[in-house]
């Protein structure tokens, strides 16, 4: 069983859509995350969720927004994409705050 | 704010040499990991180093952790075409909250 899954694995979409991923995990951890890797390989972390606390990274445009239902999931939801907004959005959890995270496969958005 | 730096940014070897990537901290951390990125892949956690001054080695690969425990750095021998990819250090900050990633040292390997 995958421990952190993400889906879509690839998105295509035209600007100005509004689009989500979806992300799972069945490992019990307590805090959950979304990073943005862009081309150059940057992980720049978009939003930690720990049990009921969203911490946002105030960088984020508004137009992103996650929704975490339960402790398992946490989703991300993105308004009127952008061209700016292609990159790899990898999804990943961990038990505490410092212990090792477990990453998604990633989720590849193209936005044309 | 809080940063990790890691260098170098970008290592071309021949297969068979040695590679090193380090990481430095502005501020203590409560632990240092490292992970690795394969091509098309997702960061994949390889090690924790919780103890100043403190190595592990798994197999080829050499961690170590500084003293002041801001600073640490990946060493791998005799590198194999297999280690191709992405090596990240990520700094913890204990329950200050996430852990900050350097910009990560990306690994060719000429066979």
């Known amino acids: 069983d995958t421990a952190v899954s993400q889906t879509p694995k690839y998105l295509v979409t035209q600007m100005g859509n509004d689009k989500s991923i979806k992300c799972e995990q069945n490992l019990g951890h307590d805090t959950m995350y979304w990073y943005k890797q862009d081309s150059k390989k940057f992980l720049k972390i978009m939003f930690s969720?720990?049990?009921?606390?969203?911490?946002i990274n105030e960088t984020v445009p508004n137009r992103f927004s996650p929704k975490s239902p339960d402790k398992a999931h946490l989703n991300l939801h993105i308004n009127s994409l952008e061209l700016g907004d292609s990159a790899v959005y990898f999804c990943?959890?961990?038990?505490?705050?410092?212990?090792?995270?477990?990453f998604g496969s990633g989720t590849r958005l193209t936005v044309v | 704010g809080q940063q990790v730096m890691q260098i170098p940014q970008y290592q071309h070897v021949q297969e068979g040499e040695d590679f090193t990537t380090y990481c430095n901290s502005s501020t203590t951390l409560s632990n240092i990991q490292w992970y690795k990125q394969r091509p098309g892949g997702h960061p994949v956690f390889l090690i924790q180093?919780?103890?100043?001054?403190e190595v592990k080695k798994q197999k080829r690969l050499t961690f170590q952790f500084g003293e002041a425990k801001k600073n640490s750095s990946l060493h791998i021998t005799a590198t194999q075409t297999t280690d191709v990819g992405t090596y990240f250090c990520?700094?913890?900050?204990?329950?200050?909250?996430?852990?900050?990633f350097g910009k990560g040292t990306k690994l060719s390997v000429k066979p």
């Open positions: 990943a959890s961990s038990q505490i705050w410092d212990s090792h995270y477990t």
């Open positions: 969720y720990n049990n009921k606390e969203l911490i």
């Open positions: 180093l919780v103890k100043s001054g």
């Open positions: 990520a700094g913890a900050r204990g329950s200050q909250g996430n852990l900050i």
